[in-house]
């Protein structure tokens, strides 16, 4: 079945560092992938999507390039700022499995001053 | 522009007690409707979806129910609390069978004692 793989947290950088969450996937067919963004006890907000192969999802001064051929969708900022602390989901949905969205894990991110 | 709403914020109940939690959407309709539940410190496990009113489908054997007597209302309940129930409720939507983004409520936090 689908499923979605991401880097384990927790990661702890200094402001201004580079970042980079890894996430990989396992899907039948095309499917539609997703970076999402959780603050502290607040729910899920969608950060950036790319539907489809080479497609660049950006926000916020983050991105992620859907990779077919890696299977992968890598999420990455330049520069980190405290604010952008927070747990990242990678998640992915196909027509399917239109339904249902497959999650990765999370992964935790401090950014420390 | 749509909305998600989610009662109450958070929740401390005793074991043995009932629950009822409430998602409703706004400015959208025949929604996707799902119910995740996320432990302390874990990923997200979806619990219940619905493609329309009535209809449930159950992910996950367990001690809770779901229910949607209207287009834009979901509801999540169970008759007796367990202390592994406790955790943070998230409600999602996503527009019918396109492939799109799902959106998230900002959650009930459930602590049983």
């Known amino acids: 079945g689908d499923s979605v793989t991401q880097m384990e947290g927790p990661v702890t950088l200094s402001e ?5 969450i890894n996430c990989t996937y396992t899907a039948t067919g095309y499917p539609s992938l997703f970076w999402y963004v959780q603050y502290p006890g607040e729910g899920l907000q969608l950060l950036l999507k790319a539907t489809k192969a080479d497609d660049k999802g950006s926000n916020k001064g983050f991105e992620a390039t859907y990779r077919k051929e890696t299977t ?7 520069s980190v700022q405290v604010s952008d602390s927070a747990v990242y ?3 992915l949905t196909n027509q399917n499995t239109g339904n249902q969205f497959y999650f990765g894990t999370g992964t935790s991110l401090t950014v420390i001053p | 522009s749509q909305t998600i709403h989610q009662w109450p914020a958070t929740l401390v109940q005793p074991v043995g007690s009932p629950l009822s939690l409430e998602c409703t959407v706004e ?5 996707n ?12 496990q979806l619990l219940f979806y619905s493609v329309g009113i009535g209809q449930i ?4 054997p367990q001690n809770l129910s779901a229910s949607r007597p209207q ?17 943070f409720y998230l409600c999602a939507w996503k527009e019918g069978l396109a492939i799109d983004t799902q959106y998230f409520g900002p959650g009930t936090r ?3 004692l």
Do not use: M
């Open chain 1, 16 to 20: 201004e560092a580079f970042l980079t």
């Open chain 1, 89 to 91: 989901f990678c998640a």
């Open chain 2, 57 to 60: 489908s159950s992910e996950v």
């Open chain 2, 71 to 87: 287009d834009r209302q979901f509801i999540l309940s169970s008759k007796k609390l367990l202390l592994s129930d406790s955790g």
């Open chain 2, 110 to 112: 459930l602590t049983v």
């Open chain 2, 33 to 44: 409707l799902y119910w995740y539940r996320q432990a302390a410190g874990r990923g997200l």
């Open chain 1, 72 to 78: 992968s969708f890598h999420l990455e900022k330049g």
């Open chain 2, 27 to 31: 400015g959208t309709s025949n929604p």
